[in-house]
């Protein structure tokens, strides 16, 4: 079936005027047209359905369409759709900040608002490059991990990992220092890799995606080394910044990733999960130490920085919507299951030959597909596997050849089962 605008199919103009995320248009095939979404299907322009069994993008949480989320939206619009946010506070604003900082380790008190994931964490290194400057202390660098992804935009580009995504901007990036990703074998060469950087004192802050490298392809480290990491730039006055914009919101099996640390960061983005997939919006929670910093009766010591949308009531309303869904017992419930299903699915695939470096963090699991050429994002598993899938009537989409499922948290066993039948099959060929 074909969807017109006005002369022209939607793919035609889909080509005429769309510039797609990640996309080269040269070579690209036709989109798929998903035209409704409802729980952990989204249903394309022939009706055939599809599970959403990576949570489009990583974002959804309780299943799209939620009655209670459509609720807050309508409720929200008919109040107050959107205003000004310097100079101008709102009720639903703040019931967020309340409610997020409740959640969050304690001394984490101050939410700073805006659209998305890059913007949370290049507001973070914002606020610490801030505070040194504030303080008349000359700390700018910043430690990130290899293989780590915190966004799009240049301060987010400049910590993640350098390589195929961002190379020609590469020359105007600030300077890092990347330690290794952790391995059973390396971590107290990391350790004493990091100690001696930070003995330089150049180091305003350390950037981290905490146990779980979203884009790297799903690859996960414990909670025992990030303690030592954090510990250690703690003891050097480095300040910590945990990436949790994948990490929240359940996906690791508890509320945050921080919360299987001892030692917390001094500042957590947040997004994705945050209005359970469903508005752009992203936070930037700082401790008290950081936003104190800032005050001043120089107008130039605040935090200079805003944009439009800046804390748009309809998002916000979303996200105290979906912290609702977070306090219900049958939100942990099927958390719960979802980890325990992952579990067993794991031990299967344990089983397999062309199978490696099977990992679980929560309600994400993760494989390798052996390809014998190493892991590349743009390996053939990619497109294989993704077509492959689709035509099973499964929207995911791998990562090089690693193929995960993060689902949203709404899925039944029956459903999880059909991804897991549908991974084995593809196994076999
Ligand atoms: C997705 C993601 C980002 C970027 O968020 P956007 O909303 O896509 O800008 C940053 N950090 C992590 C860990 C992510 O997974």
Not at 54 to 72: M, P, Q, R
Not at 187 to 196: D, F, M, W, Y
Not at 334 to 341: D, Y
Not at 387 to 407: M, Q, S, T
């Amino acid at each position: 079936m074909h969807i017109f605008i006005s002369d022209m199919t939607l793919q035609e103009k889909d080509k005429k005027h769309v510039w797609h995320p990640f996309t080269q248009h040269f070579t690209a095939k036709e989109h798929l047209e998903i035209v409704s979404a409802k729980g952990i299907y989204l249903t394309d322009v022939d009706g055939k359905q599809y599970i959403d069994a990576n949570s489009s993008w990583w974002v959804n949480t309780h299943g799209h369409a939620h009655s209670h989320i459509g609720d807050a939206i309508n409720q929200q619009f008919k109040t107050m759709d959107h205003i000004v946010f310097a100079g101008v506070t709102h009720p639903k604003a703040v019931e967020l900040a309340d409610r997020i900082t409740n959640l969050l380790p304690e001394h984490l008190e101050k939410v700073f608002f805006s659209d998305n994931g890059s913007t949370a964490t290049e507001i973070a290194m914002k606020m610490v490059i801030q505070f040194f400057y504030n303080r008349g202390e000359k700390k700018t660098k910043f430690l990130a991990m290899n293989g780590s992804y915190h966004g799009d935009t240049f301060g987010a580009m400049s910590v993640g990992q350098r390589g195929y995504f961002n190379k020609p901007f590469e020359s105007v990036f600030f300077d890092v220092d990347y330690i290794h990703f952790p391995t059973s074998e390396n971590e107290e060469s990391i350790l004493e890799n990091t100690k001696s950087l930070f003995q330089s004192n150049e180091f305003a802050g350390m950037i981290i995606e905490p146990l779980v490298q979203g884009a790297a392809g799903m690859r996960m480290y414990s909670s025992e080394f990030l303690d030592k990491l954090t510990e250690l730039a703690h003891s050097f006055g480095v300040k910590v910044i945990f990436d949790e914009v994948m990490t929240g919101f359940g996906r690791t099996g508890k509320l945050f990733a921080t919360d299987f640390c001892e030692n917390k960061p001094d500042i957590i983005a947040l997004s994705k999960g945050l209005t359970a997939g469903v508005m752009a919006l992203g936070l930037t929670v700082a401790s008290n130490e950081i936003y104190e910093a800032f005050l001043s009766d120089d107008i130039g010591k605040a935090l200079l920085h805003g944009h439009s949308f800046t804390a748009n009531p309809i998002a916000c309303a979303v996200a105290c919507a979906s912290l609702d869904l977070f306090e219900e017992e049958k939100t942990w419930e099927n958390i719960e299951n979802i980890v325990s299903w992952n579990a067993s699915f794991a031990e299967e695939l344990n089983e397999l030959k062309n199978v490696e470096n099977i990992r679980q963090q929560g309600t994400i699991l993760a494989f390798e597909v052996k390809t014998g050429e190493g892991n590349s994002y743009f390996s053939d598993v990619k497109t294989k596997a993704y077509d492959f899938f689709l035509e099973k009537g499964i929207l995911l989409r791998p990562l090089g050849n690693v193929i995960f499922i993060n689902p949203p948290y709404c899925i039944t066993k029956e459903e999880y089962l059909l991804i897991c039948e549908a991974i084995k099959e593809f196994l076999k060929k």
